[in-house]
């Protein structure tokens, strides 16, 4: 599809305001992740336990990047943005309306959980085509902001709820969110089909080396699919094992007092999100395969630094394994958007890339259950580090095969 010059110079302007309103709406649908700061003072209140609502959050979040996916293809990204950014203020709104954990589960767990995923798959992968010469750099950029977001939404939700209370805080913060995603949809636009930004000469490819786009269905019966997948499920676990204990760890393991362990938590969020956004841009220079190839060898040294931390019960290597995996995770999460789009075209990208998705979901639910039986089993978290240690090496030995197949595809 050609189109007109005029066209191609108000887009290729008009590419970085879509950019920098996907970074900000990403930003607010992070704050999902700051539910640790509103969950204990709602489980005090309502005398419940409340695991089962985060985690259904997580569990839908596939289905829903799938779904939204399927309407951003077809009708594009501007009403499916607004749609979830209406789901996720409402969702967040009425969470502090909860009289039971039914409604929680409703209210954030499904409202809230299915409106951040048909965002998040929009975002990213919408943006992704405006910039087929920084797909790298743009899928770190506006992963980093939803990555990020905690650090900056738990310590002001813990703000708002000690002038307030937990429900007023769900309150304020859901309308914040409702205007801001809302009004951020409008600036959301399709990127025509085969748009290229002005000054910029796509590389000569050989017609073999030239990526055909690739239906959901045909996506689905290629070998290489599930050799990525796998690797995102590998890459995934044991980042979300980490993640998901970050605090916990740092008290069992070592010496750190309370608000060390906290600290910790913001430590690993930070250079989560610094993997995301160096690597993103590595990965334009390198290729996509060696920067996750990279990541995969520092999560295994990572991993074996955190073995020896909990046998010496050292603050100092935690900090390094910490840091480490950290850096992986995030570097899984800023590549894979673009190593999707490189693999299987941009025309499908937001539904193929939510089916790809399934395999990050799969590690949310492998990795901190693998944490929790191992600990509550063993009164130690070292066979846990060694099971994702295994896990990264089989991710180390996909990325090979990966290299095979796609030599052979060539």
């Known amino acids: 599809m050609n189109l007109p010059p005029e066209q191609i110079s108000s887009l290729t302007k008009k590419r970085w305001m879509i950019l920098i309103f996907s970074c900000l709406i990403n930003l607010c649908i992070g704050s999902m992740y700051a539910w640790s ?33 399927f309407l951003n293809d077809k009708y594009g990204p501007r009403w499916i943005v607004f749609t979830g950014g209406v789901m996720f203020g409402v969702g967040m709104f009425t969470s502090g309306l909860a009289q039971s954990v039914t409604h929680l589960i409703l209210s954030y767990g499904i409202c809230l959980g299915l409106g951040m995923s048909f965002v998040y798959g929009c975002t990213i992968s919408n943006t992704i085509k405006f910039f087929p010469d920084k797909r790298g750099m743009v899928g770190g950029m506006t992963t980093a902001s939803y990555g990020i977001s905690s650090v900056i939404f738990a310590p002001l939700a813990d703000w708002i709820c000690s002038m307030t209370n937990a ?43 030239k990526v055909a786009d690739k239906s959901p269905l045909q996506m689905l019966k290629a070998p290489v699919f599930y050799v990525m997948i796998i690797m995102l499920t590998c890459g ?5 094992m980490i993640i998901s204990g970050a605090k916990a760890l740092a008290l069992d393991m070592t010496l750190a007092t309370p608000a060390v362990a906290t600290l910790f938590v913001s430590v690993l969020c930070l250079f989560n ?25 520092m999560a295994l040294i990572g991993l074996l630094v955190l073995c020896v931390s909990e046998a010496t019960a050292s603050l100092l290597l935690f900090a390094v394994g910490v840091i480490l995996i950290g850096i992986c995770f995030g570097t899984f999460m800023g590549v894979f958007p673009g190593f999707c789009t490189d693999r299987f075209g941009t025309k499908y990208n937001t539904i193929n890339y939510g089916i790809m998705w399934i395999g990050f979901s799969a590690a949310g639910i492998i990795g901190p259950s693998i944490l929790t039986a191992v600990h509550n089993a063993t009164g130690k978290y070292q066979g846990a580090f060694m099971i994702a ?5 089989l991710g180390l030995a996909l990325s090979v095969i990966y290299r095979f197949i796609a030599k052979k595809i060539q």
């Open 236 to 240: 995934g676990t044991f980042g979300l």
């Open 37 to 69: 700061s509103l969950s204990a003072p709602m489980a005090k209140e309502l005398d419940a336990n409340l695991s089962s609502v985060f985690s259904t959050a997580n569990a839908i979040s596939f289905v829903a990047m799938i779904i939204g996916g």
């Open 273 to 297: 999100t610094a993997g995301r956004l160096v690597s993103g841009a590595l990965s334009d220079k390198l290729g996509r395969i060696n920067t996750l190839t990279v990541a995969m060898v």
């Open 389 to 393: 240690f295994a896990m990264a090496v």
């Open 167 to 209: 429900r007023m805080t769900f309150m304020i913060l859901g309308a914040i969110f409702f205007v801001v995603i809302c009004a951020g949809a409008f600036v959301m636009k399709r990127c025509p089909a085969g748009f290229i930004p002005e000054g910029f000469v796509p590389p000569e490819l050989s017609a073999s080396k």
